[in-house]
């Protein structure tokens, strides 16, 4: 059975840093095969993709984001992390990560997903 699990989610002021962390398990191919994306969801709001990598380790991010997250893997331990810095108010929403063997990039159509874990940027 697939299991996503997101971490390091909390609170931080505006202009800090968080490393949120997606460990995976149990999937039948090899980490490798896989493309990884970051969503978001703010309360009332729809997901909003937020930054994806490929197999090849081309990466894309959402407008907002841009020059602020870092997608990254960690293949020797079938992590995925995304580096934000600089978060904002706006930034504050659950965070979810999701793997798929296609290339769906900030589409949210991944067929695996994490519960989430939230992020509350405020001074």
């Known amino acids: 059975q697939v299991r996503l699990v997101e971490s390091g989610g909390g609170s931080v002021q505006p202009g800090g840093s968080l490393r949120l962390s997606c460990a995976a398990s149990?999937?039948?191919?090899?980490?490798?095969?896989?493309?990884w994306g970051w969503f978001r969801q703010a309360p009332g709001k729809d997901r909003e993709g937020v930054a994806a990598?490929?197999?090849?380790?081309?990466?894309r991010y959402g407008d907002s984001v841009k020059g602020r997250f870092t997608i990254f893997k960690d293949s020797a331990n079938s992590i995925v992390y995304l580096q934000m810095n600089s978060l904002k108010p706006e930034d504050t929403a659950t965070y979810y990560c999701?793997?798929?063997?296609?290339?769906?990039?900030?589409?949210?159509?991944?067929?695996?997903w994490g519960r989430g874990t939230q992020v509350t940027v405020s001074s």
């Open positions: 149990g999937f039948y191919y090899p980490y490798n095969i896989y493309n």
């Open positions: 990598i490929d197999t090849d380790g081309n990466t």
């Open positions: 999701a793997a798929d063997r296609a290339r769906w990039f900030l589409q949210a159509k991944y067929d695996y």
